[in-house]
């Protein structure tokens, strides 16, 4: 099924585990560059577990003054 929503959809969903909450993985792993690890790219989007982390994933503050 294709979609058309900019927003993306109000909850997720993935029909191979229906009853599983998920959540987005976005962005790069700084463990990966492009040669052998082309999943963890800028542009990749994954999922995972609500309550599971890792330790080689995470996010950048940006501050402006």
Known sequence: AVANNPQGPDSPFDPSE??????VHRGGSFLCNEQY???YIVG???KGEVNTGTNH??????RSN
Do not use: A, I, W, Y
Not at 18 to 23: L, M, S, Y
């Open 18 to 23: 229906p009853n599983e909450k998920k959540r």
């Open 44 to 46: 990749t989007r994954g």
């Open 37 to 39: 690890c082309s999943r």
């Open 57 to 62: 994933l995470g996010f950048r503050c940006v």
